[in-house]
């Protein structure tokens, strides 16, 4: 029933900014790791980035020292910030949760998925 709602994909221009958000639409109990996916037109899926409860991050490093993820806890809100967007850039984003299966860890619970939103970054 709770689904992960993306915002902030659009157009815009090479160089240029972007924001993207991810909220529940509900509740999500025992949040570990919030992060972003992307599928580029005739590639896989791939991390882009995430951000664990504790801080900590993994950056894929083809957005290194662009893209900069954070989260706000108090809202279970996942952001993506996009600078010196690059027309390769270009993909559909996914917003990705994943929580744990007890307070005290116990491996991986559940793990939700958004929509996906469209960035297109042109030259």
């Known amino acids: 029933q709770v689904q992960l709602v993306e915002s902030g994909g659009g157009l815009v221009q090479a160089g240029g900014s972007l924001r993207l958000s991810c909220a529940p639409s509900?509740?999500?109990?025992?949040?570990?790791?919030m992060g972003w996916y992307r599928q580029c037109p005739g590639k896989q899926r791939e991390l882009v980035a995430a951000i664990a409860s504790g801080g900590s991050t993994n950056v894929a490093d083809s957005v290194k020292g662009r893209f900069t993820i954070s989260r706000d806890n108090a809202k279970n809100t996942v952001y993506l910030q996009m600078n010196s967007l690059k027309p390769e850039d270009t993909a559909v984003y996914y917003c990705?949760?994943?929580?744990?299966?007890?307070?005290?860890?116990?491996?991986?619970?559940?793990?939700?998925w958004g929509k996906g939103t469209l960035v297109t970054v042109s030259s």
């Open positions: 509900a509740t999500i109990f025992r949040v570990n790791v």
């Open positions: 990705n949760v994943k929580t744990r299966a007890t307070i005290l860890g116990g491996g991986d619970g559940m793990d939700y």
